[in-house]
């Protein structure tokens, strides 16, 4: 099945930061963040059976949706090359494609869940849990949380978050679907959507 951007429709969420302040709003692309829920890509991309029932992809549309078009599936292409990829070449290339497909998937299961929120920055004061326990003491039906940046992960939200056994912290180049699936909240910053959604629209070459 191939996802093509523009097909899904655009989600437009508030972004806000650990004081809980209103920052704007940004769009997920759809072709990330509003993909259909399928939980045997799931399955496939973590060969995990345990946190799969995690992803219970509702279909609940928490926020406004950008454009009146409905999301819809692609298309099956099939069709022969006469001097196609070696056959190891090609599982490889499948795989990599199971594994964006499964992302991408897990991304629009904690969107549909009203479960992933986005953040201005993740700066934190030096050495201080008390804004991050605060921000997630307020979050409902919350008992882990990770919290992905764009690029490293600066020191201060290393330190930040070293006490609180539910808060974890990933660079966006680290987020694959067994990091989601392990928390029922995640928290991302713009730059980190950003990066992720760069990521997602790569072609695969190999």
């Known amino acids: 099945m191939y996802y093509v951007a523009g097909l899904f429709e655009d989600l437009v969420i ?22 259909p829920i399928r939980k045997d890509i799931i399955h496939r991309g973590t060969h995990s059976t345990k946190t799969i029932s995690e992803v219970s992809g509702t279909g609940r549309k928490p926020w406004q949706q950008k454009g009146l078009g409905r999301a819809r599936h692609g298309t099956l292409r099939g069709g022969s090359t006469m001097h196609g990829p070696k056959p190891r070449s090609h599982a490889i290339k499948l795989k ?9 998937i897990a991304l629009s299961a904690r969107a549909a869940e009203g479960k992933l929120h986005v953040f201005e920055d993740l700066e934190a004061p030096p050495r201080k849990t008390k804004n991050i326990v605060n921000y997630v003491n307020q979050l409902e039906n919350t008992k882990k949380v990770l919290l992905v940046d764009g690029g490293p992960i600066n020191e201060n939200l290393k330190l930040a978050t070293q006490n609180p056994l539910y808060v974890n912290v990933l660079p966006s180049i680290g987020l694959n679907v067994y990091s989601i699936l392990l928390h029922d909240t995640l928290v991302m910053s713009r730059d980190a959507v950003d990066r992720i959604v760069e990521r997602m629209r790569t072609p695969i070459n190999r």
Do not use: A, Q, Y
Request: hydrophobic letters at 40%.
């Open 14 to 35: 508030p972004v806000t930061n650990f004081h809980d302040e209103g920052k704007g709003f940004m769009v997920l692309p759809g072709d990330v963040f509003n993909v």
């Open 96 to 104: 990599k494609k199971v594994r964006r497909l499964g992302l991408k």
